[in-house]
């Protein structure tokens, strides 16, 4: 998880556990496969070889009392949440009880046939250990890997030097066998280990977009999101000198008095998917929309070389865009949409501002409230796109002669009026023209 996330993000144990809880989940499936196979070849060996009979009961004994025991555990554990103090007793002992099958299997040798025991020791039962052994990577731990590697260690040795001491193999076996025994565990506990790891890693980066996704919204493109999440993002407030551009439709709730509202949304959704493309391919921001109308900006959180070129291209491509749609729906419904768009650069606060029930990661300031009125002034205007002084000044200077100075707003609270410039139709359509 990036450390800048740390503060905002809750911890991610839950994922682990229910990674831990699916694993032992598999393992108590899989063995509910492999010990009625098992039981078969039993049966086969029975049927068709010299097994004696008290051995072959005794086994068959233990295989259907494993196969109970998995299936409680497995029944239990399925109604349990992941996290849940029974659940973790559970998925223990679902990955712990295999270790000691072997202690069963050598019982049940011992009193049916002991003189088969020393075979079993050389060969059988530490194959069987590191096998069982091996299914303790889903306890997705390091040390509980070692852990189980040491006691199944413990238990081969005390069958050797204690029940089975006289069918006991030769020392260098024994050690031989242990070796392998450990290093099982351990690999298992190293892969768990790693596993844990990586099932960290893996929510943290899915968390980590989210969390981008839910504090700048679904409109945000993926560029965005990730040099955000290498960059870093303050929640606290600060402040930032960006482009801010809002759009607005004229005269659209007396168009839609005669629409049905289900087509009314729709039409909104064609207009909002056309200009927020355009918005995210110029490395803008969608803040928010208001009714019909959006406010996006430009320059954070993620810095751009100059974010007023973006914000003007992103006006003159709405436009264009706007044009596109209106031949569509001309055709269809007989209705032309009209907007207007106003642009001022300048500093805002960015932040996450709300209550404490409700937040929005958004930016306020006078810049804001300047834009916002630009773009009431458009109609007055007959401009499409208005855009203040301090945007015209970021522009390039091939691009000042398609601007046309307006009259200078007073605004309530402000000393200096603002210098506004606006962008006719044919300039408009000459530079759509030139940049296609």
Same mark, same amino acid.
């Given at each position: 998880?990036?450390?800048?996330?740390?503060?905002?993000?809750?911890?991610?144990?839950?994922?682990?556990?229910?990674?831990?809880?699916?694993?032992?989940?598999?393992?108590?499936?899989?063995?509910?496969?492999?010990?009625?196979?098992?039981?078969?070849?039993?049966?086969?060996?029975?049927?068709?070889?010299?097994?004696?009979?008290?051995?072959?009961?005794?086994?068959?004994?233990?295989?259907?009392?494993?196969?109970?025991?998995?299936?409680?555990?497995?029944?239990?554990?399925?109604?349990?949440?992941?996290?849940?103090?029974?659940?973790?007793?559970?998925?223990?002992?679902?990955?712990?009880?295999?270790?000691?099958?072997?202690?069963?299997?050598?019982?049940?040798?011992?009193?049916?046939?002991?003189?088969?025991?020393?075979?079993?020791?050389?060969?059988?039962?530490?194959?069987?250990?590191?096998?069982?052994?091996?299914?303790?990577?889903?306890?997705?731990?390091?040390?509980?890997?070692?852990?189980? !590697?040491? *006691?199944?260690?413990?238990?081969?040795? $005390? @069958?050797?030097?204690?029940? %089975? &001491?006289?069918?006991?193999?030769?020392? =260098?076996?024994?050690?031989?066998?242990?070796?392998?025994?450990?290093?099982?565990?351990?690999?298992?506990?190293?892969?768990?280990?790693?596993?844990?790891?990586?099932?960290?890693?893996?929510?943290?980066?899915?968390?980590?977009?989210?969390?981008?996704?839910?504090?700048?919204?679904?409109?945000?493109?993926?560029?965005?999101?990730?040099?955000?999440?290498?960059?870093?993002?303050?929640?606290?407030?600060?402040?930032?000198?960006?482009?801010?551009?809002?759009?607005?439709?004229?005269?659209?709730?007396?168009?839609?008095?005669?629409?049905?509202?289900?087509?009314?949304?729709?039409?909104?959704?064609?207009?909002?998917?056309?200009?927020?493309?355009?918005?995210?391919?110029?490395? !803008?921001? *969608?803040?928010?929309?208001?009714?019909? $109308? @959006?406010?996006?900006?430009? %320059? &954070?959180?993620?810095?751009?070389?100059? =974010?007023?070129?973006?914000?003007?291209?992103?006006?003159?491509?709405?436009?264009?865009?706007?044009?596109?749609?209106?031949?569509?729906?001309?055709?269809?419904?007989?209705?032309?949409?009209?907007?207007?768009?106003?642009?001022?650069?300048?500093?805002?606060?960015?932040?996450?501002?709300?209550?404490?029930?409700?937040?929005?990661?958004?930016?306020?300031?006078?810049?804001?409230?300047?834009?916002?009125?630009?773009?009431?002034?458009?109609?007055?205007?007959?401009?499409?796109?208005?855009?203040?002084?301090?945007?015209?000044?970021?522009?390039?200077?091939?691009?000042?002669?398609?601007?046309?100075?307006?009259?200078?707003?007073?605004?309530?609270?402000?000393?200096?009026?603002?210098?506004?410039?606006?962008?006719?139709?044919?300039?408009?359509?000459?530079?759509?023209?030139?940049?296609?």
């Amino acid at each position: 998880m990036q450390d800048w996330l740390k503060a905002y993000m809750p911890e991610i144990h839950p994922e682990l556990d229910r990674a831990i809880y699916s694993g032992v989940l598999r393992v108590l499936r899989l063995w509910m496969v492999v010990i009625p196979s098992f039981t078969m070849v039993t049966v086969v060996f029975y049927l068709f070889d010299d097994v004696p009979r008290d051995f072959f009961h005794g086994l068959l004994l233990f295989l259907v009392a494993t196969f109970i025991f998995n299936l409680v555990d497995y029944a239990i554990l399925i109604r349990c949440k992941p996290g849940q103090t029974w659940a973790r007793i559970i998925q223990a002992g679902g990955l712990a009880y295999p270790i000691l099958c072997p202690l069963f299997l050598v019982w049940i040798t011992l009193e049916t046939q002991p003189d088969v025991l020393k075979s079993f020791l050389v060969g059988t039962i530490p194959i069987l250990q590191i096998i069982l052994v091996s299914t303790t990577v889903f306890g997705f731990s390091l040390m509980f890997g070692l852990f189980a !590697g040491l *006691v199944s260690t413990l238990l081969y040795l $005390a @069958i050797c030097y204690g029940p %089975g &001491a006289y069918a006991a193999p030769a020392l =260098p076996t024994i050690v031989e066998n242990c070796v392998y025994i450990l290093i099982a565990g351990s690999v298992a506990g190293k892969a768990g280990d790693e596993a844990q790891k990586l099932v960290h890693r893996v929510v943290a980066s899915i968390k980590d977009r989210e969390f981008v996704t839910r504090i700048l919204g679904a409109y945000v493109s993926e560029e965005i999101k990730d040099r955000l999440l290498d960059q870093g993002l303050s929640m606290e407030g600060e402040e930032k000198e960006v482009t801010v551009l809002f759009s607005d439709l004229r005269d659209f709730t007396t168009l839609s008095e005669d629409m049905p509202p289900r087509r009314v949304v729709q039409i909104l959704n064609m207009y909002f998917d056309r200009m927020v493309r355009i918005i995210q391919d110029e490395g !803008g921001v *969608v803040d928010k929309f208001i009714g019909d $109308a @959006i406010m996006a900006y430009f %320059g &954070a959180p993620v810095l751009l070389d100059n =974010p007023r070129e973006n914000a003007m291209r992103a006006a003159r491509r709405m436009r264009a865009e706007l044009l596109l749609l209106n031949a569509l729906l001309k055709k269809n419904e007989n209705i032309e949409l009209q907007s207007g768009t106003g642009l001022h650069h300048g500093t805002v606060v960015l932040g996450s501002i709300g209550s404490e029930k409700r937040r929005d990661f958004t930016i306020i300031g006078d810049t804001v409230n300047i834009a916002a009125r630009l773009e009431s002034m458009t109609r007055k205007l007959d401009a499409p796109i208005i855009l203040s002084e301090n945007v015209r000044d970021g522009l390039r200077p091939e691009h000042h002669g398609e601007l046309k100075p307006l009259e200078q707003l007073t605004l309530k609270g402000r000393r200096e009026p603002i210098v506004c410039y606006g962008v006719s139709e044919p300039a408009l359509s000459a530079s759509d023209s030139t940049e296609k």
